[in-house]
């Protein structure tokens, strides 16, 4: 390794390990500490957090950096070493226009603002979440005014999550995604045949559910010898290092989907944490390119895979030996409608493949509207419920199940929802590649076996951590640019099959 | 607060914040880890042991430091502004001795070498914890001649646990314990009644176990809004800010002692943490003075509370709710005499309160042998069978029962383990003062009440910190200096009366 290159590494270590040592205290706060450590803890991450910054954003690394960009070029470009340079770069550009007091300030109040929004949330009370979500809004949009932007306001907060993508991207692809789903929900709704979900609302005790879910996410390929499943509020995967990539759900003893899509889920977004490439630990490239390919590892197990009739085949055996009471008698056919019924309702997590986007939707539009001004905080339960009325046809009865449902907001993550039906839309494609690659990857999940799948996503995915731009990765693991057709097909096969309706007769995916 | 002191204590408090971010890795490392997570663990720890310590030793802190102790004089001693300066000084002229480099360096391999010892432990295998041991004598050592010492190289790792204390003091208040505890043993199993302790060793499921303990650690004033209660290989308390203070326990089945009274101990130090003054929260006078008095306080819980008859008086019935079948039939004075059996034994953490101080001494005889290089790493096991035949007069099996049952060399903490007995001295100390000012509190105590002994210790030793050294604060407390003749009347008289031995026949405490 270049002499320049060793330098910059080593300095660009210390800002890893903060932001390690800033993750494991977020998990810590969202799994494990106790309610007096709220003050104290928001103090320790806004310190974490801005040392990382400053460090990162530091003179010596913009020294590092210039002496490492002169021997770049020697450097075969799909190297370690140059991809190193080159996002480092990207990074440095953009994190410097960051100051921070800012920054400390920011993940202070994010900190604090999310403890509200737990406690608010609990109580319906929008009124007493209302100042933090409006520090919120009011970071987020002055984080964007620091960052710069030429289209739209939105950009500046999307590239953070989703590098290189544009708000107007988005706009076309949800447009068109638009334009199918509704008509397609509609379709189901009022001529689809019925599908009855009842087995999924018997009595699950939390443990067994647990037990059948991690089970599933080692077969999977869910290291536990490098991570760990545990409670909160909201799930969420988090990665320290190499060694350490935990994940964690909520349970419902009524509803055996929350906890065990759930325990999916975050599996899919571990799995490619610990699928990065050991090479890549204590740089800014040890973590996965963007939210949207995160979302497509995690959405691909849930749902390709964990909704999928092979994967019941296989498993609803398995599940029937954790409860054998409340699976008496039931099929795999019932068994696999009911995982997949599709029917609006009021909570994104537990939303139904074919509705999940039209609740990402009306997200990315409520931050377009609060980032333009042409929304009030004050005005947002309003505003949610006229999308909820026009996109899905239903009324929240509150705001704990309406606007304050998701902890995005309380944190300041403004911009990140798209990435979740960026998401979905990579998912497929990414899968129909591997499926084109290796033909019998459905013939394997029937038999419980995923490491065919696992090793293309290894190979094609994870291993890059983010030394390509998604869009980048996108193309060399496929061969073309994000798709929606494919993802309008699965869908449109999947559901069309399921609730007997002639997708001829559907206005999507009409090549 | 003048602006002098104000910009010291914002620059202190960003060492603070580092060091307590440390202790929630620390904490996270020895209860939720998953094992993948050692090597990206160390590494994290290293940066932020070594941000931390350059942040404090940086000149930016003298600077600071230097301003502060211009306007010191016009401060009332007693105030918290003049303790800061005072003790910020006493630590920066000793840490600034330290390089970066060795600290971070010495952090990372401690937490290695945990690992190494836990494993090894296991395993019954001193060759494979040899090496690491020997790193972390070797840092201790350099430690030592970094720090510099006049007397003893004993006293520069002392100082660091027990501020002002010297070997030599220690040495004097152990010869005169060994004098008088040794042949106390020896007439305790020659001469003495028969103590049965049959009971303590019934089948007793772990959560019970730990549900009483923490109803009573609670009914003593542990705040479990402000903490919480882990499992982990070695037990020990952790506070990372007023707000979160936590304690970890083990469990053995068949000794409901270890987790009972373990709990007792360890809310004892997290009381005190949770004690401080919030005034002083990330300044370096957020924790408690002394590892001596911070023993004073686990152990004062433990046994002189915990292992008194008037407690047992209150809580046996309670603990009977917990255990019908294990404690039929069983009456307060069995129980007691249980829970106060005395006999030479193996493992420190497990022994009663008379042999436990030989075990200190083997220990201190060691470390200082071990520094003053008069004893190799390799020659260990045999050095601690022969202390442990001369002290304790039996010989221990195997080295995890031996040489390798504490947790505190694994991380390089010599110098650490003189302070567990002057902890027990100064308990009594501090007990018989709390009991001359409050007579009721014995009274207090038979009824479950804790508040008046709390409170006293909250009022005369918890709220100061690290305001004063820990013989300021002794004195304070008790207007005397460390004296060791109350606690071997303590001793004397509880198991003379246990064992039916007159004390008038035992050759101590005769003042």
Partial sequence: MPEPIRSLRDHLAITSDLRSAAAVLQWDQETQMPPGGVMGRATELATLTRLAHESFT??????????????????DPESDDAALVRMTRRDYDRLTKLPPDFVAERAREAS????????????????????????????????????????????????????????????????????????????????????????????????????????????????????????????????????????????????????????FHEAGHAMYEQGVAPELDRTPLARGASL?????????????????????????????????????????????RAVNR??????????????????????????????????????????????????????????ADGVMQDIHWSSGSLGYFPTYSLGNVISVQLFEAARKAHPTIDEEIAHGRFATLLGWLRQNIHRHGRKFLP???LQRATGSALTLEPYLRYLQRKFGEIYGISTAGAPAAAE
Avoid: C
């Fill in 471 to 473: 869009r980048e990765i």
């Fill in 112 to 263: 604090l603002s999310t403890e509200v929004w737990k406690a608010a949330r609990k109580r319906n009370d929008f009124a007493a979440f209302q100042p933090s979500l409006q520090k919120m809004v009011d970071f987020a949009r002055r984080t964007a005014d620091y960052l710069g932007y030429t289209e739209h306001v939105y950009d500046a907060l999307l590239d953070l999550y989703e590098p290189d993508m544009k708000a107007s991207e988005v706009d076309a692809v949800f447009a068109r995604l638009r334009e199918v789903t509704v008509p397609f929900v509609q379709t189901i709704v009022t001529r689809g045949r019925t599908v009855d979900d009842t087995v999924l609302h018997e009595d699950y005790p939390e443990a067994q559910q647990g037990a059948f879910g991690l089970a599933v996410a080692q077969a999977f390929g869910y290291d536990l010898d490098r991570g760990r499943l545990d409670i909160s509020a909201h799930p969420f995967a988090s990665g320290f290092n190499a060694g350490d990539v935990r994940i964690t759900t909520r349970y419902k003893r009524r509803d055996l989907s929350e906890a065990v899509f759930g325990i």
């Fill in 342 to 399: 599709v029917e609006p309702s009021l909570i994104r997590t537990a939303a139904d493949e074919v509705t999940y986007n039209l609740h990402i939707m009306l997200r990315f539009d409520l931050e377009k509207s609060l980032l333009e001004g042409r929304v009030k905080v004050a005005d947002l339960p309003a505003a949610w419920a006229a999308k909820m009325k026009e996109y899905l046809g239903i009324t929240p009865p509150n705001d």
């Fill in 58 to 75: 530091s003179p010596r690394t913009g020294e590092l950096l210039a002496a490492a960009e002169r021997v770049a070029g020697t450097l």
């Fill in 292 to 336: 949207g390919l995160h979302e497509s590892q995690s959405r691909m197990w849930e749902n390709i895979v964990g909704r999928s009739r092979p994967f019941w085949e296989h498993y609803l055996p398995l599940l029937r030996q954790h409860f054998p009471g409340q699976l008496r008698g039931v099929d795999v056919e019932t068994f696999y």
